[in-house]
């Protein structure tokens, strides 16, 4: 009787939790990856980067899996149909995978569960992609964290080598099931047209993780990991990186703490998806302005580092983290437009997209989030720049037309009218806070 492995967000075959207990029950285990109509059907661009990443990811992931003598079983559909047929076909005794924190995730595994259970048929899932995930860490009452220091200190202090040790898959490759290689449907089968960007390598430099700490905030520098992409889609281990935090930069470790704070405060809050953290400021009266809106999102406020930071957004689906600060605190506080605006964009568009940590980072830039940046901060884009990218270095890759005069647009709003503007708004919605 086969086992099913279902892979989602954790494509790849070493050190995988889920993958690892599968094997272990020494039956044949036949691996399984579904492209989710209900998320593809959702998706605004027939060109959308992450689509061809994860199919990209998939190919490799079927190679590798073939050179050991085995197949992945690709399928387009809805998971809820497809794994129960899948069971069918297989005649599986249960299904593996690995846990998903986001509301939509878990809904959807409790229907596959459900589905399972008519048939008999276990759905056995396990923790992979954190390394403390949902009530691991919580503070001496028991209660989840809200503040993201406490969280981290809690958070180093239950470490040990035991959350670290690789689950070791390969030991167990010989109960993959053995077969022929299955055949996989292209891009355009799924009304997908093929988006390839130049990634970053699944890996990080020791020499960059060093020097991590003093670089991280230079945009011009290529001086951050750029594994947010892998860490997604589970193309590298969480534990692999955090021994390689533990050995070379505490700063880098904070990030991805950072990740695993959103995740449990996505866990804990699921209300952040469309409300506030804060329930005060779901009170702000914002402006929405669609055609200021507009000109945010094709980069063209006439503020250098905000324009620069949306163009490389557009044109890579990527943007440093320093300059997703300033542009999500300009369309927010600048132009008094809903945060939901900005996080729904950088949704579509990122390649790294991740609901926990864009939905954390947006209710940061807009103060209404958990540890957010106090309201009455607001960062100022000309001294940003002074500080963060003096010689413009990084502003001229992406708007190459800032020196030729004439061609550059004039800044929309200006800065002391804008930052009067938001502080009466907040103040108006937090009266009594
Ligand atoms: P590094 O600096 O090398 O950091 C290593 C890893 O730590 C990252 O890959 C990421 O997994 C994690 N990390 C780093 N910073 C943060 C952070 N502030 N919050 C949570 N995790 C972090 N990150 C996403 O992965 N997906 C998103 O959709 C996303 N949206 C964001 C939206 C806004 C408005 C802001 C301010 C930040 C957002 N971030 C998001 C966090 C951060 O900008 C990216 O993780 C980072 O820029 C990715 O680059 P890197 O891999 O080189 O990061």
Not at 167 to 179: K, S
Not at 285 to 292: D, G, H, I, Q, S
Request: with cysteine; net charge positive.
């Amino acid at each position: 009787m086969p086992t099913i492995f279902w892979f989602r967000r954790d494509l790849r075959l070493t050190d995988n939790a889920g993958l690892y207990y599968a094997l272990r029950e020494k039956r044949p285990v036949i691996s399984v990856f579904i492209f989710d109509t209900t998320i593809l059907d959702a998706l605004t661009d027939r060109d959308d980067r992450r689509v061809s990443f994860i199919y990209q990811a998939i190919e490799q992931l079927k190679h590798d899996l073939e050179q050991l003598g085995s197949s992945l079983d690709v399928r387009y559909g809805n998971p809820v149909e497809l794994l129960p047929k899948l069971v069918t076909q297989y005649q599986a005794k249960a299904v593996f995978a690995n846990h998903d924190y986001e509301p939509a995730a878990i809904s959807r595994d409790g229907q596959v569960a459900d589905a399972l259970q008519t048939q008999n048929v276990a759905f056995r899932t396990y923790k992979d992609q954190v390394i403390f995930e949902k009530s691991e860490v919580l503070t001496a009452a028991q209660t989840p964290y809200s503040v993201f220091t406490p969280y981290s200190r809690a958070w180093k202090h239950k470490l040990s080598d035991f959350y670290l040790k690789p689950y070791p898959t390969e030991r167990y490759f010989g109960h993959l099931l053995r077969c022929a290689p299955l055949p996989l449907l292209r891009l355009e089968e799924m009304n997908f047209k093929p988006n390839f960007t130049d990634l970053p390598p699944a890996q990080v430099s020791e020499d960059l993780l060093k020097n991590y700490a003093e670089k991280r905030d230079f945009p011009a520098q290529e001086a951050t990991s750029r594994l947010s992409v892998h860490l997604r889609f589970g193309t590298v281990s969480i534990r692999e990186m955090v021994d390689k935090a533990l050995q070379t930069s505490e700063i880098w470790l904070n990030e991805l703490i950072w990740r695993e704070f959103y995740m449990m405060i996505l866990f804990h809050y699921p209300h952040v998806v469309g409300k506030a953290f804060r329930p005060a400021y779901d009170r702000i009266v914002w402006r929405n302005n669609e055609a200021e809106f507009a000109r945010w999102r094709a980069g063209q406020t006439g503020y250098p580092i905000v324009d620069a930071g949306m163009r490389q957004l557009n044109e890579t689906g990527f943007m440093h983290n320093r300059v997703r600060m300033i542009t999500a605190s300009f369309l927010v506080k600048h132009l008094l437009i809903d945060w939901r605006w900005g996080e729904a964009y950088f949704a579509q568009k990122l390649i790294d997209f991740e609901l926990a940590s864009n939905n954390g980072g947006w209710q940061w830039a807009a103060s209404s989030g958990c540890d957010a940046v106090p309201y009455f901060r607001i960062f100022n884009p000309a001294l940003q720049t002074q500080k963060f990218d003096p010689q413009g270095v990084y502003i001229r890759r992406w708007v190459s037309e800032i020196d030729k005069i004439g061609q550059y647009p004039r800044p929309m709003v200006v800065h002391e009218q804008a930052r009067a503007r938001v502080l009466a708004a907040y103040k108006t919605a937090l009266k009594g806070e």
